[in-house]
């Protein structure tokens, strides 16, 4: 199979480098993988030749294990929700706070395992807590419940690395339970990455390592990376889902809108790397809401200023988020700027026609069409002949002619 071949199946871009062994299944699998969990930003010839046949078995593996520990390094993979890299402490605290803000919780406390024991390292508050959960419960218990307190078990795999303590005197809504289970999910199989990537690290160091502990590792550090990127999607999802229940959505209104944005997608022709990270913002697009009062989006009255800059202000926190959740980096500019109008109008930028990302303008049309067609707390939903009817009036002021043509297309 040549290489336009191989484009054609899918085959990784590692896969149809013309530097890779073709005779090892194993270095082929290896190939097939790193292909398939990396950007394709990251994929080079000159990384492939670093990997080359030319290399003895034992450098080769030690190559690809340096740029897998590169790439899967705290600095890239410990960042998620609204924190940066830096002292475990600080790390930990801002998610707990995160969780705090963004389930309308009393408190929150990350716990790890260290030396056998149950630690805390992040926290939102200075509150003490009452526990008495022990690694055992860890191990076979998927949610914890003393009322008023909550614990959720960061896992890789079956193993505990630790949990999430949350105390509330209410009991947690299905989206958010999920929502919180999710990034207990996320953090564990981190955390395991980040102590493989240690232990890796000291194996390529050390002289005396053989080829047989080095494929060890890379199979150990390989699958939990294919662990990570799909709890990642799960995130994604338990994190759309808890944005509708703010925003008190009777339906999926983000995954509606990312299912509508594909679908535009496909009639338009767009490639499928692009209509991935256009359905990944349909999905966030109204991430910042998850950070605000549900009692704001209940009320059928007037809004205090206050409540009203709140809402203003909700993409520019949704941003921050996404900024900091280093796999959905790319999504940003697509959520940005998805309120610019096709004549200027709008923001944050007032960006006009074409200078509007593509992808913004598919989602602020699907997202309209979604939210007009959908049941509201203060008003029922409109039938889709008079939502079409509606949006159709407002091209060339609002909305991107070929987008609309297109959904026209779709929902006909």
């Given at each position: ?38 950007s394709e930003t990251l994929i080079s010839e000159d990384l492939a030749k670093k990997i080359s046949v030319k290399a003895n078995k034992k450098e080769r593996l030690q ?24 002292e475990e402490q600080a790390i930990y605290t801002s998610i707990a706070k995160s969780i705090v803000q963004m389930l309308e919780v009393e408190d929150c406390k990350i ?50 690395v630790g949990m999430i303590e949350i105390k509330s005197e209410e009991k947690l809504e299905e989206d958010f339970s999920e929502l919180v289970m999710n990034i207990a ?228």
């Amino acid at each position: 199979m040549d290489k336009e071949e191989k484009k054609q199946v899918g085959v990784s871009l590692f896969g149809q480098s013309e530097f890779l062994v073709g005779d090892d299944p194993l270095e082929e699998m290896f190939a097939l993988n790193l292909g398939d969990f990396i950007s394709e930003t990251l994929i080079s010839e000159d990384l492939a030749k670093k990997i080359s046949v030319k290399a003895n078995k034992k450098e080769r593996l030690q190559n690809q294990l340096k740029e897998l520990t590169d790439i899967y390094s705290s600095k890239n993979t410990l960042c998620v929700l609204n924190f940066t890299s830096g002292e475990e402490q600080a790390i930990y605290t801002s998610i707990a706070k995160s969780i705090v803000q963004m389930l309308e919780v009393e408190d929150c406390k990350i716990h790890l395992i260290k030396d056998d024991k149950i630690v805390p390292v992040g926290l939102s508050s200075d509150s003490e807590s009452w526990n008495d959960i022990t690694i055992n419960d860890l191990l076979y218990q998927e949610v914890i419940e003393k009322d008023p307190y909550t614990y959720i078990p960061m896992r890789s795999s079956t193993m505990p690395v630790g949990m999430i303590e949350i105390k509330s005197e209410e009991k947690l809504e299905e989206d958010f339970s999920e929502l919180v289970m999710n990034i207990a999910n996320l953090l564990g199989t981190t955390i395991t990455l980040q102590n493989e990537v240690e232990n890796t690290n000291k194996l390529i160091e050390t002289p005396e390592t053989s080829e047989v502990e080095l494929k060890q590792a890379r199979a150990e550090l390989t699958a939990l990376i294919g662990d990570l990127c799909d709890y990642q999607q799960n995130f994604v999802e338990a994190l759309a889902n808890a944005v509708d229940r703010k925003g008190q959505y009777t339906v999926s209104h983000s995954r509606n809108t990312a299912k509508l944005a594909r679908s535009i997608c496909k009639q338009l022709g767009l490639n499928e790397k692009t209509t991935d990270l256009i359905y990944y913002a349909g999905l966030l697009q109204n991430i910042g809401k998850i950070t605000l009062p549900e009692k704001i989006f209940a009320t059928n009255g007037k809004l205090s200023p206050e409540e009203l800059q709140k809402i203003k202000n909700h993409t520019n926190v949704g941003v921050n988020l996404l900024m900091n959740i280093n796999f959905l980096s790319e999504v940003v500019p697509y959520i940005t700027y998805q309120t610019e109008r096709v004549d200027g109008s709008g923001g944050p930028e007032g960006l006009k026609g074409q200078s509007i990302p593509f992808g913004s303008r598919i989602i602020a049309v699907a997202d309209a069409f979604c939210a007009m067609t959908s049941d509201r707390p203060y008003r029922k939903a409109m039938e889709n002949a008079k939502a079409l009817e509606i949006i159709s009036s407002e091209i060339d002021t609002k909305w991107d002619k070929d987008v609309v043509n297109a959904l026209h297309q779709v929902i006909k």
